[in-house]
């Protein structure tokens, strides 16, 4: 489903060279579920993003389904990730601005879906997440609980075969955290749902399939 | 994806307001340069009803000449013109010409109507020597000179405005002082104010045969210069030894005059300039500030499967949004000006004014978007969801 071969990642300024990713080999099965621990500024969050194609290892090859995505123009790129890769981020990431179902839309938006068929979809999503009678809220009228289950709802509307979570349940208490945890495990157990979940928390990490370690950009397990 | 963009305008509306008042006074501002210009290119379009071209003007000033010795040194004068073969024709008329800054405003009345005028005293030959176009009628001759009733030549525009639709041809007017007036000939509109002034209503009166007159018009072969001006005003002096005697070319006071119109326009257009630039910038720095807030949205919507592309299409089509709803409410208050005839300004320019006007603040907005679009497009989607 994702492998990874020999990718580094080394971020360069004029004076200092820093390399946050060195010679990862990974490869994540489909339907599997990995969580990734590691201290922090160990590369975590980089790996996650080159998985999620949101950035270019500077060495080293990235495929996805079988897609070497070398090569790749940034429209291609956009495509992937909209069909096959959803996102769940530590701090949410909502907009403001928009209600929760309007947020939840978004990735259909660039797959040029329907209106009708965007808010069925959305609905739907977010029923999965027990959040159908929040549609109209705004995110600053939810709780952090429920700003994570929007942003799953938003990762899952389109139906991807990957969910790439970095730290999801990081800014939650404990329960909510929990909560979370329990929607992910489901929609890898239910849907077949390939999970990479960032965490520091062993306890959810122990949840996962495999657990991958990281230390200083290296993959130490 | 329009009903997306128009959702996120109306959620954002407290940050929005800002930006649709700068663009609608923007929009005022440009309207009104707009409408001032096209209103004198307008006029300048337009034919001035007299030819300048060739033309001299004589500014005879006969001091304190007594009047019969006046009309003598004319009579010498016009005796000396006859001789210069680069004199094609000549004419005297009194101080209000063409360009220059005397008036004679005057009212004229029939039994149903009065209209105010501006008057010309001129002799039988100024027609062909300016170059005038005669519409109806004639224009003065000898035999005016004992006519029972003192004839005018009007403008069209004088014409329409006495007596609508009918010909003024044969019609009577009475002048201010109560003189009657027969009009014989109808010419068209004589825009002596210049260029970048509208259509008045003109009336030319006859001077009288020998009448001495303070202006002599000369249409002399394009080949006349300096020279010839020199050895003419020499002439003229040699005859006229304590008059003040000036030449000047009708061009040159063409000229002049559109320069002096031309002053309040371009002090107004570059206040205008100066005002929509300003806004120019403070949209440019809005969207630019905007774009740093919006760092994480961005983000978010290239990890959604957003393209660059369709980022910069966004904030182009959102600020284009805006644009068009501060156009509708600046075109709601400029369309109230033809409806409501505020000013004596034609329909049409005020719609090239409207239009014109839409077209630079579209260009406007396209442009202080474009950049700070592209930079949001180009924003590295990991950076940008780091940098929350």
Redesign the interface.
């Known amino acids: 489903m994702i492998a990874l071969q020999n990718v580094n990642k080394v971020y360069q300024t004029k004076s200092i060279e820093t390399v946050a990713l060195n010679r990862i080999n990974l490869e994540v099965a489909g339907g599997e579920f990995l969580a990734i621990m590691g201290p922090s500024g160990c590369g975590k969050s980089t790996l996650l993003n080159i998985m999620g194609l949101l950035d270019e290892p500077t060495d080293g090859a990235v495929s996805i389904n079988a897609s070497d995505l070398k090569g790749y123009s940034d429209k291609q790129l956009a495509r992937f990730r909209n069909k096959h890769i959803g996102f769940v981020f530590q701090s949410y990431h909502l907009i403001n601005d928009l209600q929760v179902m309007d947020n939840v839309e978004i990735p259909l938006l660039y797959r040029r879906v329907s209106g009708k068929e965007r808010r069925q979809l959305a609905a739907e999503a977010l029923s999965r997440v027990g959040l159908r009678n929040r549609m109209e809220h705004f995110p600053t009228q939810l709780s952090g609980g429920q700003c994570q289950r929007v942003a799953i709802a938003r990762a899952i509307v389109g139906q991807p075969s990957i969910i790439l979570a970095d730290e999801p349940t990081g800014n939650l208490d404990s329960v909510m955290g929990a909560e979370i945890m329990e929607i992910l495990l489901q929609l890898n157990q239910e849907n077949g749902t390939t999970i990479v979940m960032v965490t520091h928390d062993e306890t959810m990490a122990r949840q996962a399939h495999r657990i991958v370690r990281l230390f200083d950009g290296s993959q130490v397990m | ?1 329009i ?2 963009l128009f ?2 305008i109306w ?2 509306k407290r940050k929005n307001l800002g930006i649709l008042f700068e663009i609608l006074f923007s929009y005022m501002v440009l309207f009104a340069v707009f409408t001032f210009g096209f209103f004198y290119l307008r006029f300048y379009l337009q034919p001035l009803g007299f030819e300048y071209k060739d033309r001299w003007a004589v500014f005879l000033n006969w001091n304190d000449t007594p009047g019969e010795d006046v009309e003598t040194i004319q009579q010498a004068m016009v005796d000396q013109l006859k001789g210069h073969v680069e004199i094609e024709r000549f004419a005297f008329s009194n101080e209000v010409m063409p360009f220059a800054n005397y008036i004679n405003f005057t009212g004229f009345k029939t039994e149903e109507k009065s209209e105010g005028a501006y008057v010309f005293t001129a002799d039988d030959r100024y027609f062909q020597t300016m170059g005038m176009h005669l519409q109806e009628g004639r224009w003065f001759e000898e035999e005016d000179e004992s006519a029972p009733v003192l004839p005018a030549v009007v403008t069209r525009s004088f014409g329409k405005a006495m007596f609508g639709t009918d010909s003024p041809l044969g019609k009577s007017i009475i002048e201010g002082d109560n003189t009657q007036r027969k009009i014989i000939g109808v010419v068209d509109d004589f825009r002596f104010g210049g260029d970048l002034e509208g259509r008045n209503n003109s009336v030319f009166l006859r001077m009288a045969t020998r009448q001495p007159a303070p202006r002599m018009l000369l249409k002399v072969k394009s080949s006349a210069g300096a020279a010839f001006e020199a050895k003419l005003l020499k002439d003229f002096q040699r005859l006229a030894p304590g008059w003040s005697i000036e030449i000047k070319y009708m061009e040159e006071m063409r000229r002049t005059n559109i320069r002096q119109r031309l002053i309040p326009l371009i002090a107004f257009g570059i206040i205008g300039l100066f005002l929509v630039f300003n806004v120019a910038l403070g949209l440019f720095g809005v969207l630019w500030q905007n774009i740093g807030k919006r760092r ?2 961005i ?12 980022i910069a299409s966004q904030f182009i089509g959102e600020m284009t949004v805006l644009a068009t709803l501060s156009l509708l409410l600046g075109v709601f208050f400029a369309v109230q000006f033809p409806l409501l005839h505020v000013f004596k300004v034609a329909t049409e320019v005020y719609i090239a004014a409207i239009l014109a006007g839409m077209l630079v603040i579209y260009s406007l907005v396209f442009l202080c978007s474009f950049f700070p679009s592209l930079q949001a497009a180009r924003m ?3 950076v940008a ?2 940098d ?1």
């Open positions: 994806m009903r997306h959702k996120l959620n954002q994480e949205e983000g978010v919507r290239r990890a959604m499967g957003s393209t660059q592309k369709e590295h989607p990991a969801l780091r929350e």
